[in-house]
T-cell receptor, first 117, second 116 residues
């Protein structure tokens, strides 16, 4: 089974609108971390936001927020007031907390976001 | 402010050749890893290390070797290059989870590798 599932290969959003990128995860661990990364066309991986499994409040970082629904095992990224520079690939990732595995990170297949002027 | 440094940025190899992709970090991170990124498949973990002298296999380890003799360096060796290994390779590092689950991975800029 996939550890991280991103079901939206491509998304379009009008500039200044909000957009939600979906992410579901699969783990039996009680302690884990969820991350979102942005990969612009230049190729680098940029860390955006983190949510811990024990965090009761949704994480926010500027225009990015993470809609964390633990029971549903979902960790959707919300980008508010989209800008042209937000056009990129977005990856959801999970870090499991198993002691003996060195905390592997698992990545989804990504969502390509295009912001339309 | 180097972070994670990968060399080379681009490489073309012939089938059967061997080579080493270099990765170095200056953040004293315990955890280092190698990924390959192929279209439509996200990032797949090749090998990882939780500290000097300790390595383990990830999801797609076949055809690759790693070693971790120092905290800073984590080279990836292709033993006998095959066209199926044409990909973009990323090295990443982070603090271990003993410092908290919130430690993100820091990525290098990637190596674009083509095997002819």
């Amino acid at each position: 089974a996939q550890k991280i599932t991103q079901t939206q290969p491509g998304m379009f959003v009008q500039e200044k609108e909000a957009v939600t990128l979906d992410c579901t995860y699969d783990t039996s661990d009680q302690s884990y971390g969820l991350f979102w990364y942005k990969q612009p066309s230049s190729g680098e991986m940029i860390f955006l936001i983190y949510q811990g499994s024990y965090d009761e409040q949704n994480a926010t970082e500027g225009r990015y927020s993470l809609n964390f629904q633990k029971a549903r095992k979902s960790a959707n990224l919300v980008i508010s007031a989209s800008q042209l520079g937000d056009s990129a690939m977005y990856f959801c990732a999970m870090r499991e907390g198993k002691e003996n595995t060195g905390n592997q990170f698992y990545f989804g297949t990504g969502t390509s976001l295009t912001v339309i002027p | 402010n180097a972070g994670v440094t990968q060399t080379p940025k681009f490489q073309v190899l012939k089938t059967g050749q061997s080579m080493t992709l270099q990765c170095a970090q200056d953040m004293n991170h315990e955890y280092m890893s190698w990924y390959r990124q192929d279209p439509g498949m996200g990032l797949r973990l090749i090998h990882y290390s939780v500290g000097a002298g300790i390595t383990d296999q990830g999801e797609v380890p076949n055809g690759y070797n790693v070693s971790r003799s120092t905290t800073e360096d984590f080279p990836l060796r292709l033993l006998s290059a095959a066209p199926s290994q044409t990909s973009v390779y990323f090295c990443a590092s982070s603090y271990s989870s003993t410092r908290g689950d919130n430690q993100p991975q820091h990525f290098g800029d990637g190596t674009r590798l083509s095997i002819l």
